[in-house]
């Protein structure tokens, strides 16, 4: 009996989360992966072209799985092909893929009747063709992750030079064009058995200024009940209801709007700190819930009197980090404090605008926010991070 996860590249989420977890847990586990000697040798792998349905399902024919999952944005939709031809508890191939999807999910909701974003699909090598009236709008691979090449265009000749810039690094991919949604932008964090869905809570988020969309900092801000329910009717008409789910949204004149749906954990290292703020093994509840268990059996907190803020160190330019701090825990009177570190000293990137960007994620979590937010800022004022061009 042994868990497997399906994953490509090494993440936090699977070293620090899902593999302790599963010890935990007791679970022996094995990592099915397509870049095995991306991983440490002392990590469980196996070679599987992991995109590939009937290859997961193959790759476990040694070992009778218990369990079979994945984090990753690319792989929920083989992963849950898979896991219901072996029989396991998994997500809704259907609704991966609309998660994915980021045009077929604004259809989806809108065929819902909950709201209608107007999206216009680029196929690879096709002239855009937006209507005038769409201005502003934001332009982005249709299955694209991580606010990678996502782009606000302000006219038909923005648009152009973006799409153009875009298909010189990835000439295949398919891109949507969206309509701005302005507001706030927040996350709407869940968890569920396939019945029965619970809120974790959610995030507003602080982004990097435009053309791009770095998420820069985020604070804890669970939605309110009108925006929870606003909200889940949409996973609703998404399909989505088993496992992790991260959405992230706006709130415009009292209306949810979808920005998109990731059918995983939040991610960034904002897994493991949500997890330290709930209190809770979150790691072990989601293999849980994939070995069969029921939701209730979960011991999720109905309320947190804690708060919580992060903040990303954001590269300005390109360039090689040459200094920078290592991993840090501290308290600070009843505020806890961490840095980790996202970048190695002495690696050289690109400067990208997204997520790329990130050389170190810190946080801190304490009794109120005037406390955390005092501590947070006084901890960043004594790092410093070093870039030579």
Not at 278 to 284: C, D, I, K, M, N
Not at 326 to 341: A, I, K, Q, S, W
Request: contains cysteine.
């Amino acid at each position: 009996m042994r868990l497997y996860i399906t994953a490509l590249n090494p993440t936090d989420a699977v070293l620090e989360g899902f593999l302790p977890a599963a010890a935990s847990l007791g679970l022996p586990v094995t990592v099915l992966t397509d870049r095995p000697d991306e991983w440490s040798v002392d990590v469980p792998v196996a070679r599987c072209a992991v995109r590939d349905a009937a290859a997961v399902v193959a790759a476990t024919a040694a070992t009778r799985p218990v369990a079979l999952l994945s984090n990753s944005d690319h792989l929920q939709e083989a992963t849950a092909i898979a896991a219901r031809k072996l029989g396991l508890p998994g997500k809704d191939p259907d609704a991966a893929r609309l998660c994915k999807d980021k045009a077929a999910a604004r259809g989806a909701i809108a065929a819902a009747g909950l709201d209608l974003v107007r999206t216009v699909t680029i196929d690879p090598g096709v002239t855009p063709e937006v209507p005038g009236g769409m201005f502003p709008a934001v332009v982005k691979p249709r299955e694209g992750v991580a606010s990678e090449d996502a782009y606000l265009v302000a006219d038909h000749a923005e648009l152009i030079a973006r799409v153009t810039e875009i298909r010189g690094r990835r000439p295949d991919v398919a891109l949507v064009v969206e309509e701005y949604l302005t507001g706030e932008l927040r996350t709407f964090e869940t968890l569920g058995d396939g019945t029965a869905v619970a809120s974790l809570g959610g995030w507003r988020t602080g982004l990097g200024p435009p053309p791009t969309f770095t998420e820069e900092s985020l604070d804890w801000s669970p939605p309110g009940e009108q925006a929870s329910t606003q909200l889940r009717a949409r996973l609703d008409a998404l399909g989505v209801g088993f496992g992790a789910c991260h959405t992230e949204y706006v709130i415009s004149d009292g209306r949810v709007r979808l920005i998109e749906v990731n059918y995983r954990l939040i991610g960034d290292r904002m897994d493991l700190i949500l997890a330290e703020l709930l209190g809770v093994p979150l790691f072990e509840y989601v293999i849980r819930l994939h070995l069969g268990e029921p939701l209730i059996a979960l011991d999720l907190p109905t309320t947190v009197d804690r708060y919580a803020q992060v903040e990303y160190v954001c590269a300005d330019r390109p360039g090689r980090l040459t200094a920078a701090p290592g991993l840090l825990d501290t308290v600070h009177g009843e505020v806890r404090l961490g840095c980790r570190p996202l970048r190695a000293v002495g690696r050289t990137a690109d400067h990208t605008g997204t997520n790329r960007d990130y050389l170190a994620v810190l946080h801190a979590i304490g009794p109120d926010q005037g406390t955390v937010r005092e501590s947070l800022a006084a901890f960043r004022s004594d790092l410093q991070w070093t870039i030579v061009e």
